[in-house]
């Protein structure tokens, strides 16, 4: 591991460069990949700042459900072939929760603009909040 600057850090500020001193000068085709480009570091980043929280309670969430310890990949696995065979289905207790929440840990990375996105989280957040 390195000291400073961190990996997030680094994306951050190449997507930051790109964005603010190379876009207004492009147009056309290589504005639009430029756009690509930014929004792929952009993607990076969140990934970087968010995958180790997610991925420990995506794995917690696996274990508990399977009732077995192991891999983040190697439970996902085991999730998905019990599934394919009938096994496991949204009637299984905490399956339904657990899906949901892998769902939109994954969307904070991939799409935290999306307005489907933005309203459960909002509706999260009002649910949390204690009633006057």
């Known amino acids: 591991m390195q000291d400073e600057p961190t990996p ?4 951050r500020a190449v997507a930051d460069f790109l964005r603010n001193d190379i876009a ?3 147009s056309g085709h290589n504005a639009f990949k430029l756009r690509v480009a930014i929004n792929a570091l952009d993607l990076v980043t969140r990934q970087l700042r968010l995958e180790d929280g997610s991925d420990a309670a995506e794995l917690g969430r696996l274990s508990q459900l ?3 310890p192991g891999s983040l990949a190697e439970l996902n696995r085991v ?3 019990r599934i394919a065979k009938g096994e496991a289905d949204l009637q299984t207790p905490g399956l339904s929760g657990h899906l949901w929440q892998t769902t939109m840990d994954k969307l904070a990375v991939d799409q ?3 307005g489907s996105y933005k ?5 999260s957040d009002a649910a949390k909040k204690p009633s006057s």
Request: glycine share 4%; net charge negative.
């Open 119 to 123: 309203r459960e989280l909002e509706a």
């Open 79 to 81: 999730l998905a072939d």
């Open 112 to 114: 935290p603009n999306y």
């Open 8 to 11: 997030e850090e680094l994306t």
């Open 66 to 68: 399977l009732g077995q």
């Open 24 to 26: 207004p000068v492009l």
